[in-house]
């Protein structure tokens, strides 16, 4: 390989357009911008999502929400999922294991079901946090929370 001899692969570089050049050459007089208007001048530049002094579509549609990135990482079970584990004592790997929860989860914490009914077995919850109501049930059917 020489240097005299090294060229770019054929199709890399494409020509350049040659503007106003006459009539014949398809680009000529305009230039491929048309007659007048803000894109036909010189520095005939808008923002991106500028519509003329026109409120911008972004402006005019309400706004909505926020998902918090750390919700994607927390849940809340029901005191009833408790009832399908077939483990005794439950903490945040059991829940994993038993595909209560996504396996990203961090942050678990129990709370009553809807329906309300009772446990029918003990169960030992170990370093879950846990809200009034359903300590109330897991203790009532003789389980235990561990912190």
């Known amino acids: 390989m020489q240097l005299n001899t090294l060229h770019p692969a054929p199709g890399s570089k494409k020509k350049s357009k040659r503007l106003g050049r006459g009539i014949g050459s398809g680009r000529g007089k305009t230039c491929g911008r048309g007659h007048k208007g803000q894109k036909a001048r010189a520095g005939?530049?808008?923002?991106?999502?500028?519509?003329?002094?026109?409120?911008?579509?972004?402006r005019r549609i309400p706004k909505s929400g926020f998902r918090s990135r750390?919700?994607?990482?927390?849940?809340?079970?029901?005191?009833?999922?408790?009832?399908?584990?077939k483990a005794d004592v439950i903490d945040l790997a059991?829940?994993?294991?038993?595909?209560?929860?996504?396996?990203?989860?961090k942050d678990v914490k129990i709370i009553v079901s809807s329906s309300g009914k009772p446990l029918t077995r003990?169960?030992?919850i170990r370093g879950i946090p846990v809200s009034a109501g359903a300590r109330k049930l897991i203790e009532a059917a003789s389980g235990k929370i561990e912190a």
Do not use: C, W
């Open 44 to 58: 005939g530049y808008h923002k991106v999502g500028f519509e003329g002094g026109q409120m911008p579509l972004q």
């Open 94 to 105: 059991t829940l994993i294991d038993g595909g209560i929860v996504k396996f990203n989860t």
């Open 122 to 124: 003990a169960v030992t």
């Open 70 to 85: 750390q919700a994607l990482l927390r849940a809340e079970i029901y005191t009833s999922d408790l009832e399908k584990m």
